[in-house]
């Protein structure tokens, strides 16, 4: 299928934790001072992945509904759909939304079933980076109405969770999407490597050991079948800096055929 190029960026301590802790949302961490004292560089965590769009130039940074609601968090309570739903189960994709002047890429996330609710159109400090919601059929009603209501776009692939591979064919076909970052955590991270999306990964490793028996690590997904072999990495780049954080860049060796 053609489909966008996909960079994985994530940020791990030394043994792989992604997180300091379990149900922790992204901004837990970066709010964290522990999470700070471990950084070991000059450039905040914003400025590192702005300095990472910057280069890379994506169309849509990709981020999992675990970077916003904790799971099991009480979720804002919404009022019924005035719409049919065979109207709110087609991709609503506002005219007045995607052909904005001041458009420059979307920031978009994965939510199968409808747990991020604050309405947010626009990525806070990206001027021109628009919100686009990733759903499934699974997704509820009121929530679809919601986004409808607040003129925020959304895309379905998948019954009962987000179809990845089919998603991203329609991210290329329907917004013309070449090229995406992902700086999700290991759910997403997980799920887009088992469904064979992953071309290239950036790793930024902090000096530091979390460890923990359930602390999320890079990639969680489902353990490997006997007749499924690891994704082979190819070294691209390294870069060490003198506080002890280390860059590195991988290339994903796909399989043919």
Known sequence: MDRPHVIVHTVASVDGRVSLGVDRTGF????????????????????SVYALVCLEKPDLL???????????????PLPPSEFGLSELRQDYLPEEVIHRPDHRGWFAAVDGRGRIRAG?????????????????EAAPPEYLA??????????????????????MGKLKTLLGVERVVCTAGSR????????????????????????????PTLFRSPD????????????????AEPGGRVDLRYRVVHQEG
């Not at 990709?62 to 804002?76: I, K, P, Q, T």
């Not at 919601?146 to 998603?167: C, E, H, K, N, T």
């Not at 799920?191 to 950036?202: M, P, W």
Request: avoid cysteine; charged fraction near 25%.
């Open 146 to 167: 919601f986004l409808r209501r607040s003129a925020i776009p959304y895309l379905i692939a998948g019954q009962r969770r987000v179809d990845l591979v089919a998603m």
């Open 224 to 239: 490997l079948a006997p007749n499924e072999w690891p994704a082979r990495l190819e070294l691209l780049s390294v870069d």
């Open 62 to 76: 990709l981020e999992g509904s675990g970077s916003f609601v904790r799971e099991g968090d009480a979720l804002r």
């Open 28 to 47: 837990d961490d970066v709010g964290d001072e522990r999470w700070q004292a471990i950084w070991a560089s000059d450039t905040s965590l914003d400025e």
């Open 188 to 215: 997403l991270n997980g799920a887009l490597l088992r469904a064979g999306l992953v071309d290239e990964f950036s790793l930024v490793l902090l000096p530091a050991l979390i460890g923990g028996s359930e602390t």
């Open 120 to 136: 947010m159109k626009e990525f806070p400090g990206w001027e021109g980076w628009h919100t686009l919601h990733l759903v499934s």
